[in-house]
Every structure is written in C-alpha cells, then in structure tokens.
C-alpha cells in the first residue's frame, strides 16, 4: 500500500514539475481550449452531419464554406481553390495569415471523407461520455477542426499575430483527381513557401506520430497464352495466361514480400477465354470453359513504399520476374505513380521530439514515431521533399474509412491543446 502511494505521489509530483514549464500565456492558452470547447464540438457535429464523399462536389463544398467562416473570423485570409470541371472533384479550401515571427507553417487536411451519398447515413452520434461516432469523424474532420480549435485559442491571446501559417484542407484527398500535377500543383507551391508542414490525419492514441509515410502507387499485369485444348495444357498447348499470371504474383510475394515496409497487392484477377478490363470503373468481366487453356489473363494492384528508391528496385524485381514466360505466354506489366513516399529524416525527427517536449510539458507522457508501415500514403507526402514534416496530430479514434467510425473525445481536449502550444512554440 506504502509503495502504491508512493508511486501516485511521485506521479503528481512529476506532472505538476512539466504543468510548471508552461508560461502564462501557454497557460491562457490552456484554459481558452477549455473555454471553446463546447463550440469545437458543435462545429464538429454540424460538419461530420454534411456529407461530403469525394464524389459529392456540393457537399464538399458546403463543409470548406462552414469552416472558411470559422476562419475568417479569426482573421485568416481565405480563398477558394476550384478545381477544372473534367476533374470531376470540388477544390480546396486554403486560409492563410503571413508575417515575420518563427517558422512559417503549413497545415494539412482534407474536407471530403470515403462516404459518399448513396452510403448508409451515419449522423454524429454520441456512444457514451466518450466516444462519438459519425462519417470522417476522425478521418479527418476532427483533424480539421483542431486545426480550427487551435489557431481560435491562440487568436484569442493575441498570438496569431505577424506569424506565417497556411491552412489548407484538400478536396479530395481520398481519390486525388488525375493529372496530380493540377489537383495538387497548387497545393505543391503554397507549401514550397514553408518551412514546416504538419498534417492532422487521425492520431494513433496520445503517444505516437508520423515521421514517415508509404507512398503508393498502381500496376497492371497482362498477360496472354494461346487458346487451346486443356488436353494440350504444359505441353504443345503451353501454360495459359492464368497460370502464368499465377506464377508471377507467386514470384512477387516469393521475391520481394520480406522487404521491411513494401507491400503490393493485387486486387482483382481476370481470366479466362473472354477478358473485358474497364479502366475507368476498375472493374471488368470474364468468361471460361475448363476445357479451354485460358489466352488473357489482367490483374489490378497496387504497390506501397517508403522511399522512391524502393519503389524503383521493386519496380525492377517485379520486371524481371514478368519477362521470365512460361511455355507459350507472354506477359507485360505497367506501372502508374500516384503518392509519392514521406521518408524518414532528421529534420522530421527532430519536430517529433518538439511534440514530445510539449506533451511532457502538458504532463500527457512521452511522444514517439511511430510505425511507417501502419499509416497509408497522404497529402503530406506531396511536399515531404520539400520541407521538415509531421503527420498524425489529428483527432484519435477507431475504425476510419469504415461504418461506425469513432473518435475518442477524452484525448480530444488534449490534442487540441498540444497542438495549440506546439504552433505557438514553433512560431515564436
């Protein structure tokens, strides 16, 4: 019993120790999170109940009109980034102050959510005192948000004053539209103007952030063998595009698949007698007979990295492997980009361990970098050649991209704040 007490005083001691390294003004800071909070949660409830799946341009749009006016009250100059019409997507919402204090920042998210309207509605819900449900509660209008949140309490303290800080939420960042070079040429030259980026995709939990992303990227395999009676198959006849095509995905996974943080995989496989492929809806159908070797074989993947190197030496591998034929067939493949990688740096690592101090600061624990090969590829990574990064500062929760998605409002105060102090520290 002594030796539990013991441990909780020194507990106490230890968080009141980091709670006395935060100024005053830090402190104010503080306390204006908790002011707002009920209207952080209200703003966050009206946007999660508009549905803005990729595809819904008005719906997009009405959530980056709902925080534009947020924005602009705290002073930002906002604009409104419309994208071409044959990109089929809204735009971008972008809001910006400039001045000459501290690092110029650049901060990351997006407005649009998987959820598209044909879906099943998930309205905000409240599951119990903390946890709330709702569509991109957490992936990432609970990210936005934040974003929000943040600048609002250091707005009210006087300290968006003669600092440099960029919001841009993206459009589209779940299905980028093609070419990437208009879709995100803007957003590449905005943030070539910064010194730091920081985006709020979902946080793994209060002790984990991201110095580094996958990329991803696509591949087709085709593949053709010659028709034939399945009497004739491995001889006179040859192998047939489906084997074959079975032969080069069985290489790729024998070759390449112990590489730390490479992944690739193939999502659909067509073959058959009779292959029709459509490119644009990604899908296709086909037709067979056992009794007929298969002559055309298409399959879909795709392929994630963590440096452009490793996407190339992967791309070689899987190249060599594609030329190796079987009897009677030929195979080709092809490859699309589509987001490049956020490697690891020291500039990245070193602004996790600003979080880190802020987060002892604020008596919340020790921050640390967490794995590359659990997060996806994301709009960060856009600019990750550019400038000193840092993803995962957002809302935390569960179930992203998935019905039922949650985010955890205990650690949602607190985020809040940690990034509220880390944006005045880094201005300063």
């Not at 009920?38 to 959530?63: H, P, R």
């Amino acid at each position: 019993m002594k030796k539990r007490l013991f441990y909780a005083l020194l507990l106490f001691v230890l968080t009141k120790t980091h709670a006395q390294t935060l100024s005053k003004i830090e402190q104010d800071v503080l306390k204006s999170v908790d002011a707002n909070m009920a209207s952080t949660l209200q703003l966050l409830k009206e946007s999660v109940n508009i549905n803005s799946g990729t595809f819904n341009v008005k719906g997009v749009k009405a959530v980056a009109d709902m925080y534009a006016k947020e924005l602009r009250a705290l002073g930002f100059t906002v604009e409104w980034l419309a994208l071409p019409d044959s990109l089929k997507r809204a735009g971008h919402l972008v809001a910006y102050k400039k001045g000459k204090k501290g690092k110029k920042l650049f901060l990351i998210g997006h407005l649009d959510t998987v959820f598209e309207p044909d879906m099943p509605p998930n309205p905000f819900t409240m599951l119990n005192d903390s946890t709330a449900t709702g569509q991109g509660v957490n992936d990432m209008k609970g990210g936005d948000v934040m974003m929000i949140a943040a600048m609002k309490a250091l707005q009210q303290n006087g300290l968006l004053d003669d600092v440099s800080i960029t919001i841009y939420m993206t459009g589209d960042e779940e299905n980028a539209g093609h070419p990437r070079e208009v879709s995100r040429g803007d957003f590449i030259a905005r943030a070539k103007q910064h010194n730091i980026a920081l985006g709020y995709e979902t946080a793994v939990g209060m002790g984990l952030v991201a110095t580094a992303r996958r990329g991803a990227s696509g591949w087709q395999l085709t593949v053709e063998g010659k028709q034939g009676h399945s009497s004739g198959v491995f001889a006179a006849g040859g192998y047939g595009a489906i084997y074959e095509a079975a032969r080069i995905l069985n290489e790729f996974r024998e070759t390449l698949s112990t590489q730390p943080y490479l992944t690739f995989n193939p999502g659909l496989f067509l073959g058959g007698s009779e292959v029709n492929y459509h490119e644009h809806s990604q899908s296709g159908e086909a037709a067979g007979k056992t009794n007929i070797i298969s002559p055309k074989t298409v399959v879909l993947g795709d392929l994630r990295f963590l440096s452009e190197e490793q996407k190339e030496k992967a791309r070689d591998t899987m190249r060599q492997i594609v030329a190796r034929n079987l009897a009677g067939t030929k195979a080709s493949i092809s490859f699309q980009d589509g987001i490049p990688s956020m490697p690891p740096t020291k500039g990245n690592e070193n602004l996790a361990q600003w979080v880190n101090q802020v987060s002892l600061d604020l008596g919340y624990g020790e921050v640390k970098a967490g794995n590359p090969g659990s997060r996806g590829a994301g709009d960060i990574s856009y600019v990750a050649q550019y400038l000193d990064c840092l993803d995962g500062l957002g809302a935390s929760g569960k179930g992203a991209h998935a019905p039922g998605e949650t985010i955890n409002l205990n650690e949602y105060p607190k985020l809040i704040k940690r990034s509220a102090i880390l944006i005045y520290r880094l201005t300063r």
